[in-house]
């Protein structure tokens, strides 16, 4: 598209990557509302529906569980449309990405404050709203993601883009996790929506690159990046990296609860947890530019082991020691928040998909990281039930399984996740092109 086209939609020149802070505030600012909307979905909605109208947990957990289901089969598709959008013009992947986001609002809210009565009304209106708030939140997820990604440049360049989207998403998720509680849902909902739009109009004057045709006009190119031997090792690695993130942030209440019997210190490990992963992103990009995107990530799943290691010596009263396992694996999340997209955002480069493919990509890479956080508690929450767990055990055997499973389950997989990518990627020849 010509500079004067661009200019005709009231959008800046077209460039590669991140020129300045404005920049990328304006591109990353998304972030912060895309991140906030997660928390309360996730950790306030089922209680709000089991203590608020006394739906029973076992009919709710089926309706989250099938909505978060069709959600991740939704992604590829969703990614496969959002390439053809961009490859029509900008201006249509955003306008796109706007309605989504009224649907996402509007879902939102109708979630926390149902106009009906009854549990089966109750689970029919949580279902579809679900349903409607899962899909307007992908599909301005995969724009978002799929505009960031389309911007190129160098190693360095590409950690920026992700660093400004993630560093973004972090302050929301600090926000979320203070403002229900706070000022309540009635003015969370209303947050929530100002912050969507003001990201969406930022995101209007972002940078973004010039515009090129879809891989191919079949269906075939929803599954190409599955030809690409580079994108099938990153996902692999990407799984087993994300499944031992996910294990803990399942547990963590429980540990905090009944392992340190310390409840009133949930707000405290919580901000540094994640105040820690926002703060290390500039520390992660330095080590992006000595030692690369592979080796830091690497060093970032040292450091998740050490912690977590550290973490299973920790007993009731541990306090203090377990806020530094709070910052220490923050600082690791930083790392998991930044590279990886960007490592992603090489192989498409280099696979020759660049500004024509990211959506297929990324809607893999996003059905990725909802079944990330499925089998984690697939995987967590039976494992605690076999071995005689329950919550508010004082049981040292029970206490003990909570320590393995919280601190031991995720430090053998992210040294799985280490090995793998020690030998699919660093140790193979062509690492180089894509690290």
Known sequence: MSERAMAALGLPPATAGLASSGDGLRYGALGLPL???????????????AAQFGVPLAALGAVLLAARLLDALADPLIGRWVDR???????????????AAL??????????FPAVEGTAALLAWCAIGLVFTYLGYSVVSVVHQAWGARLGGDEAGRARVVAWREGAAVVGVLIASVLPSASGLQATTLVFAVLLLAGLALLRQAPRAVLRPPLDAGGAASVQPFRVTAFRRLLAIFIVNGIASAVPATLVLFFIRDRLQAPAWEPAFLAAYFAAGA????????????????????AGMGLAIATFGWAATLGAGDTLGFLAVCIASGAALGADL???????TGVIQRAGHAGHGEGAYLGWWNFATKLNLALAAG???????????????????????????????????KLGAALLLWALWLRHPDAGDFA
Do not use: M
Not at 35 to 49: D, I, M, Q, S, T
Not at 103 to 112: D, I, K, N, P, S
Not at 279 to 298: D, E, H, Q
């Open 85 to 99: 959008l961009f490859a029509r013009k900008v201006l249509s992947a955003w306008w796109a990405a706007t309605i």
């Open 35 to 49: 991140a906030f909307v997660a928390l309360p979905l996730y950790v306030l909605l089922p209680n709000h529906y």
């Open 279 to 298: 703060l290390s992103i500039p520390l992660w990009l330095r080590s992006v530019a000595r030692f690369g995107l592979a080796r830091s990530w690497l």
């Open 338 to 344: 930044t590279l990886p997209g960007a490592l992603l």
């Open 379 to 413: 995987v967590a929450l039976p494992l605690l039930q076999a071995t005689g767990y329950e919550t508010g055990a004082r049981d040292p055997q029970a206490l003990a399984a909570l320590s393995f499973a919280y601190c031991l389950l995720p430090c053998a997989l």
């Open 103 to 112: 649907v996402l609002a509007t879902g939102f809210r109708a979630l926390f």
